[in-house]
């Protein structure tokens, strides 16, 4: 007996699925049918698996009819039946609806040219919603072969993990489609797929070993010309993950679906991943960079899966941080050898910061932590995961060398293909590739403690004195200590040192040179100079510095404001410091710090620090200009929108908002970034008639970025009137259920109505939850964080106690504190600020 209800007993194991499923798309139900081949180790009268909203019409083992009960609350299917040793087939007939809540086998659905209704039906496994479509065992390491056939009208598309390698009409007119069976693979990563869908012309990425991986983008009609850049990306993942794993792609094919409905962003079944459709379709002469760069790092990322997740699978659902982790670290490798004009390794410092930023609060969490129930994995999703992980890994790849930790991955999923595992067994092929480095002992003290270190660095009798003490926004005696990797530019010679105590001295041969801590950047860490130490990197130094280095000091700048320990006014003159800068990241920095700055301050003051704003991005503006070279790289463009936006949005300028307003009128040629930037500039100021404007343009936008770029703008507008037709929006229901929980997200981030945005959020509070995704619905309420109005944290932080967000508790404790954080903030430092800004 096992009386977990979490796990399955072990008493017989399924070693290979025959599924056949046949789609009512107008019913929105389905039938079908599942031989389960099962191999016993004792003999046993009762066979247990998993199966949920499923009607159970018979069972039979080894074609002896069964008993059987069905079990809701542990959502399992018992089957009565003597099995003997050794090999069994289960055999069951059922039937299930197509639900609308994106889980499990779904309803997507899309308007065609015609203006009719046309159903896909699609699937979302993971975590535990593969029992929702048939009956099994859906638990990672029950790892099976699955032969999958789908039913289905003659004139729809089908499409699942494995290659289509039959297809024969039925007497019926339907036809019977069959697939190659799959490797070895768990459940959540089954893919079925049934719909008036288009496909591309494969290309054929050659695989390594022989032969080719026909690779596809999957979408609804008319949208063929958006599918060139996501197919180039996938192509060119596909080889350079050949080559970095130093295995051959481990399916046969490689099909991308591009969805209208889906909750997540993208997922990495085998050989069929599904996306969002602005995640893998695009016209790139008018996209933004970013809109191409966030494609660009979904695909590379799921594609990262194909070997990290589901050749080599976590055993259980504690492992699903570093199963993501390492896909996240993965994405911006492979994005960076695929553009590596987009410095990919710099631009991560923004992803690193957001998860900085949760990292410093008391109710952060460890990145691993143990999982009894699957639900308990729900709030693994997080910044904490993706991005601390991410970083976690780059930092530890720095440290060891590119070269030295791919090896070590690769001797991972070469021990482990096909296989589960533990998060340790990594750790212990990469330190068998890297005999001489700690790599278990390192990671365990960053894996299994919440938050990270403040390296403090000082002089003292010519050695360097480092310090490391764990960082906060409030004041903790927290003793944490962490085994630190630490890169140490002296000079011009770079060293590697390994923190483990609360302080390390470091001999130096001439006390006088500059000394860069946490040297590249690399290190999940922030770093305190001193004021001596300090004056070495800032002024004429600093160009001395990388970019990931200067991205750092602003970003440890704002965050020291944050906690205390530097005042608002001294940041925004140290900023002013940065006025000759002109790369991206650290520009992305700054205006993050300035966002955060404009936030404290209303009023006299507020137009006091726009003008300061002004005065510090009209020269860099002024040297890009607003026409762009035809010659610029893409990263420069960018740079030019981000300034447009700070100096329109964030310093008021009118002219600014006028040359906007111009580009708005007429934005056909204007290059892709300007007219993504006019978009937010001129809702800022805009009035009901552009709004108009707006609503139209969310309406018959051509391309998935088009759209969103208006519907989120619809956010940003001015007066009270027009952000609540864009609550109003959200919830009508013209907005999909996938994107309507980050408009609303976005209306509470208004500068001017958030509070009003949040109000009408928690009026609807019932409906949002039964309508949207589950885990969007704490993303939806994110920004309150930045309303620090007394009454409206009051309000906020006793609505919640009430109405907690089950799935996602702890990210939830994480807003309301970081609220309580922003609101003392303000508390302390709006007044100085303002007297400070009235004193110039
Ligand atoms: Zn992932």
Redesign the pocket.
Known sequence: MNDDPYRLPRSVIPTRYTLTLEPDLAAATFSGTVDIEITAGQPTDRIVLNADELDIASVTVNDASATFELDPKTERLIVNAPVEPGMSTVSIAFTGTLNDLLRGWYRSTFKDADGNERVIATSQMQATDCRRAFPCWDEPDFKAVFEITLVVEADLLAVSNGEEIGRSARADGKHVVRFRETMPMSTYLVAVVVGPLEATEPVLVPKVGGGTIPLRIIHVPGKGHLTDFGLDVGAAALRWYQQYYGIPYPTDKCDMLALPDFAA????NLGCITYRENLLLCDPSTSTQIEMQTLADVVT??L??MWF?DLVTMKWWNGIWL??AF??FMEIACCDAYRPDWKRWATFSLERSVAFETDSLASTRSVEFPVLAPADADGMFDVLT?QKGGALLRMLEQYLGEEQFRQGVNEYLRTHAYGNTETGDLWDAIERANPSAPVRRLMDSWIWQPGYPLISAKLDEGQLVLQQQRFGYTDTEDATLFVVPLHLKIGDTESKVLIESDEQRVPLADPNLPIVVNAGGHGFMRVAYDDELRSRLVGEAISSLTTVDRYNLVDDAWNAVIAGRLGASELLTFLEGFGSERELAVWQAMTVALRGIGRLLDGDAYVAFQERVRALVAPALAELGWAPAGDEDELTSKLRGLLVGASGVLGNDADAQRRCREIMAAPDGVHPELVAAATNVVAAVGDASDYDRYVDGFRSATTPQDQLRFMYALADFPTAELVQRTLDLAMSGEVKTQNAPFLLSRCIANRDHGAMAWSFVRKNWTKANETFPANTIVRMIDPVKLLTDPSVVADVQSFFSEHPIVQAAKTLDQVLERQRVNAALRARESERLAGALAAD
């Open positions: 962003g993208a997922m990495e990322h799921e990262a899966h997740g199963n993501e896909a996240t993706y």
